[in-house]
């Protein structure tokens, strides 16, 4: 408790931010000895000016700190500190880390992260693509890291834990905030299966202003960002931004040119992100970091299996099949293109997707099973 009390009291100290925590914790090694360092030593540190030596010398602790603590380890959460070994390494890296996280859930320092991200607002096609790919990395052993919003986020927590993989969310307020208030099942569903993370004290409330800076999180604890579904102005465009700085990959999915819900994602393919159509892409740019760490090709039999029921397809099937695209379309529209009687067209659509190959969305709208 002491030894945290002093880590949230250097955070506190006014002028003292993220920048300049990192660069004290790095020339004292540890809150405490900043606090009692002598002026001349605390001045040698970029950043620290006469008013911040006269706020740290006079600085008391304060109760709200104790109380903090006290919710903290009443609600079953916990901190992890810089000087943890269970702080997120890649975290550690960007120029203005959180000095400590708040956990709810488990972090792997071993794990390799990949994070993905998108509109709130997303299309049908975004959300099955989204779940189908997390689905893919969770089932080779990468954590899927995202915001827990609403749309893509969601989307893809949804899919790692649909994978039996592990998932992070990283929230953009308190963890005694659950936001949006839907997701409280998945809130604790992803703390069972990895963590949910927050810089933030526990009652902060989800602020406009709070996501992009927590943004730098997702982007920096993750060893690439994958974009699917953004509009012109999309905050996830912020966490790509990030993660180029923290020269990290940057990946997009392309959707329709007619959505202006791509024309984000198209954006960042244009500027050199690379394009993703299924979790192999992903694995073939990192695969020097992810090699010791995927599970024994899963993906790979995956995609042999799909392969061999689409061989072994009787040719009225085959029609149907052929006829489906990853974007989802009526059955009545698929009847007029296939010129069959929708009842037939649907018995024949029904078998697929007990094949595993085809997949139906609300409104009785299909598509191909994503690969």
Known sequence: MENLQSWFSLKSVPGIGNHLFKRLLNAFASPQRVFEAAREQLLQVEGVTPRIVTALQNHKPSEDIRK?????????????????????????????????LYVYGKLDEGSINI????????????????????????????????????????????????GKGKTIAVLGCGL????????QKLYHRISENGAVVSEFALTTEPEAHNFPIRNRIISGISHGTVVVEASKKSGSLITARLAAEQNREVFAVPGSVQSFKSIGT??????????????????????????????????????????????????????VYEMLGPYPEHIDDL???????????????????LKGIVQQSPGKLFSVMKK
Not at 69 to 96: A, C, N
Not at 129 to 152: E, F, H, K, P, Q
Not at 176 to 183: C, F, I, K, L, Q
């Open 115 to 162: 994070a993905v991200v998108g509109s709130r607002h997303a299309t049908t096609y975004g959300i099955t693509t989204t779940r189908d790919l997390c689905n893919d990395l969770a089932a080779l052993g990468i954590t899927v890291v995202s915001g827990m919003a609403r749309g893509i986020d969601t989307a893809a927590h949804e899919g790692a834990l649909m």
């Open 68 to 100: 903090e603590l006290d919710r903290i380890h009443q609600k079953g959460f916990w901190i992890v500190t810089m000087l943890d070994s269970s702080y997120p390494r890649l975290l550690r890296e960007i120029p203005d880390p959180p000095p400590y």
């Open 176 to 183: 005694d905030r659950v936001y949006p208030a839907e997701n």
């Open 266 to 319: 198209h954006t960042l393919i244009k500027q050199g992100a690379k394009l993703v159509e299924h979790a192999q892409d992903i694995i073939e740019e990192l695969y020097p970091i992810i090699k010791p760490h995927i599970a024994a090709s899963g993906n790979l039999r995956r995609q042999d299996a799909t392969r061999n029921v689409i061989a072994s397809l009787p040719p009225e099937e085959v029609r």
């Open 335 to 353: 009847a007029r293109k296939i010129s069959m009687e929708t009842g037939k067209l649907s018995s024949i659509l029904l078998k697929l997707e």
